[in-house]
T-cell receptor
Framework: DVKVTQSSRYLVKRTGEKVFLECVQD?????MFWYRQDPGLGLRLIYF???????EKGDIPEGYSVSREKKERFSLILESASTNQTSMYLC??????????????FGAGTRLSVL | DQQVKQNSPSLSVQEGRISILNCDYT??????FLWYKKYPAEGPTFLIS?????DKNEDGRFTVFLNKSAKHLSLHIVPSQPGDSAVYFC????????????FGTGTRLKVLA
């Protein structure tokens, strides 16, 4: 089974703090994604990466950056957390090749509260 | 502007009956669609997909129908079971060769025993 692990289930941070959300996948997937989920808005793509050190902006990248130094790990960084970044953050990965190349596998999510 | 819409935020169905979850999209370039199921405190899990060359795809109790002219897809669950109670998201992609999806807002299904 594919396993996507997010380092924290719950986080509480203060406005202005730098926040790191970590995600690790164990299936050698090419692609990794960060989404946020908000009530009434569904899942919105923040950033994705299709290879080590490669990244592309999603639909809502403002206020976020990402890092992918190793294939299995994809980090989401909030440079200076703000209250409007309080949300559920979901990491996903997809194989990038083969029959199921675009099926995304999700972690359990990190609920971030910025006070 | 929501390109993928799930207009019913919630749905309740009796156990054993059919559940029908609907999804509408606006972008005619979308040609690959997926359904995900999400339980509380878990990430979404892939359920079933369909490409635009088909109008139906079936996997056990789950069937997805695609009506390209109406830009509409639906997920049928027959028979519904209490374990199907979850939030269901549809997602669309402009081509099966890309890895970027647009997700709907989700429909919460409750199957009553």
């Amino acid at each position: 089974d594919v396993k996507v692990t997010q380092s924290s289930r719950y986080l509480v941070k203060r406005t202005g703090e730098k926040v790191f959300l970590e995600c690790v996948q164990d299936m050698d997937h090419e692609n990794m994604f960060w989404y946020r989920q908000d009530p009434g808005l569904g899942l919105r793509l923040i950033y994705f990466s299709y290879d080590v050190k490669m990244k592309e902006k999603g639909d809502i990248p403002e206020g976020y950056s990402v890092s992918r130094e190793k294939k299995e790990r994809f980090s989401l960084i909030l440079e200076s957390a703000s209250t409007n970044q309080t949300s559920m953050y979901l990491c996903a990965s997809s194989p990038g090749q083969g029959r199921a190349k675009n099926i995304q596998y999700f972690g359990a999510g990190t609920r971030l509260s910025v006070l | 502007d929501q390109q993928v819409k799930q207009n019913s935020p919630s749905l309740s169905v009796q156990e054993g009956r059919i559940s029908i979850l609907n999804c509408d999209y606006t972008n005619s370039m979308f040609d690959y669609f997926l359904w995900y199921k999400k339980y509380p405190a878990e990430g979404p899990t892939f359920l079933i997909s369909i490409s635009s060359i088909k109008d139906k795809n079936e996997d056990g109790r789950f069937t997805v129908f695609l009506n390209k002219s109406a830009k509409h897809l639906s997920l049928h669950i027959v028979p519904s079971q209490p374990g199907d109670s979850a939030v269901y998201f549809c997602a669309a992609s402009p081509t099966s060769g890309t890895y970027k999806y647009i997700f709907g807002t989700g429909t919460r299904l409750k199957v009553l025993a």
